[in-house]
Antibody
């Protein structure tokens, strides 16, 4: 069964940092681009970042560019999101997702349940 | 502020049909595939439609997608109470070099 399990969400002070992880299983991890998406309380889904299967290409939303870094360890089947300079506006549930064909342009067919990040000001 | 615009809400009685529009531009919808997702806060989003009009296995044919120019549409027929959720369109924006989601539409079954 294809599964994604996020972890690392926590309470953090404004200006702080946090690293989220997404453990993948049930598919060949290195063949799939992976992304991070968040949903803040009372708001809609917000795309954050995507990384290609081998990690050579990364893209970011303007709202997190320069503050967040996406990476992956294909030997551990794990995706990461390093978040710095956090503000209250980053408070959200963070989901990881895999693309259904592998390209960063493809739709995301499997999603994790999410991990909650709360930034206190 | 999302670059893809959806109506905030739509509603209909059980068994009826709803359509959700997603309006974009030449840098996103017009030149990239559109996907649609169903999401209930606290759960994992679910892919309903990919490549404008294709359904993943397990998604009933009550859900359909279409695209024309800079707009896309999700249709849900035979509405069920279990369809109450938030729905989002998504695509790639070639100008931003980033993925984008629509503003989201809440579906209510009356």
């Amino acid at each position: 069964e294809v599964q994604l399990l996020e972890s690392g969400g926590d309470f953090v002070q404004s200006g702080g940092s946090l690293r989220l992880s997404c453990a993948a299983s049930g598919f060949i991890f290195s063949t799939c681009a992976m992304s991070w998406v968040r949903r803040a309380p009372g708001k809609g889904l917000e795309w954050l970042s995507v990384i290609s299967g081998l990690g050579g290409a990364t893209y970011y939303a303007d709202s997190v560019k320069g503050r967040f870094t996406i990476s992956r360890d294909n030997s551990k089947n794990t995706l990461y999101l390093q978040m710095t300079s956090l503000t209250a506006e980053d408070t959200a549930v963070y989901h990881c997702a895999k693309t259904h064909r592998g390209s960063y342009l493809d739709a995301s067919d499997i999603w994790g349940q999410g991990t909650m990040v709360t930034v206190s000001s | 502020q999302s670059v893809l615009t959806q109506p905030p809400s739509v509603s209909a009685a059980p068994g009826q049909k709803v359509t959700i529009s997603c309006s974009g531009s030449s840098s996103n919808i017009a030149n990239n595939y559109v996907s649609w997702y169903q999401h209930l806060p606290g759960s994992a989003p679910k892919l309903l439609i990919y490549d404008n009009n294709k359904r993943p296995s397990g998604i009933p044919d009550r859900f359909s997608g279409s695209k024309s120019g800079t707009s896309a549409t999700l249709g849900i027929t035979g509405l069920q109470t279990g369809d109450e959720a938030d729905y989002y369109c998504g695509t790639w924006d070639s100008s931003l070099s980033a993925g984008v989601f629509g503003t989201g539409t809440q579906v209510t079954v009356l």
